[in-house]
């Protein structure tokens, strides 16, 4: 989980919209937001999910792949 929210700050840090717009279009929390970007909290699925999809994102889980010789 560690890395898709490492890809939805650098998104977000890279983006053209503010904070502030994005924490009003998708309804989450400014404060969240914020201690989510400054690295305090995580986010939870179903909030990553949301981000994802305002920042034109999809999160896909998949099965691991199997170490050879296993």
Do not use: C, W
């Not at 560690?2 to 279009?25: H, M, T």
């Not at 400014?30 to 201690?35: D, E, F, I, T, W």
């Amino acid at each position: 989980m560690q890395g898709i929210l490492d890809v939805l700050r650098k998104r977000i840090e890279r983006g053209d919209v503010s904070r502030y717009q994005i924490a009003r279009d998708t309804g989450i929390d400014k404060a969240s937001l914020s201690r989510f970007m400054h690295g305090h909290t995580g986010l939870n699925v179903a909030t990553a999910e949301k981000l994802a999809d305002y920042l034109g994102l999809e999160i896909i889980i998949r099965p691991k792949r199997r170490k050879e010789g296993r």
